[in-house]
């Protein structure tokens, strides 16, 4: 199983952007997929997930609905549509796939990660 995260880059605070992860080696609508963020000196934290078929959706509830998580099981890519960002928000953030219905809050339970992409939000 290998992902592919991408869409990073710098944005101005309030701005958006979209990143995506690109799987393979797997069957899309066996993973739930979660995506993590890590800003220096921190631990890595969940901020969403999406389940491996009916594509329930978690968030975690500092977001305020800024963010949206979705899947294109066809195109086997993930995605997270990131809105209205603040400085806070800067951090690599990494794509993970599990082997199970639902998503997990905690990486170890995750099997599979992608190499991350830094987002920096910066006026």
């Known amino acids: 199983v290998q992902l592919q995260a991408s869409g990073g880059g710098l944005v101005q605070p309030d701005g958006s952007l979209t990143l995506s992860c690109a799987a393979s080696g797997l069957t899309s609508d066996e993973y739930a997929i979660g995506w993590f963020r890590q800003a220096p000196g921190k631990e890595r934290q969940r901020v969403s997930c999406?389940?491996?078929?009916?594509?329930?959706?978690n968030y975690v509830d500092f977001l305020e609905g800024r963010f949206t998580i979705s899947r294109d099981y066809a195109k086997r890519t993930m995605y997270l549509q990131m809105s209205n960002l603040k400085p806070e928000d800067t951090a690599i953030y990494y794509c993970a796939a599990m082997m199970s219905v639902a998503g997990g809050d905690r990486p170890d339970q995750y099997d599979n990660w992608g190499q991350g992409t830094q987002v920096t939000v910066s006026s």
């Open positions: 999406i389940s491996s078929s009916d594509g329930d959706t």
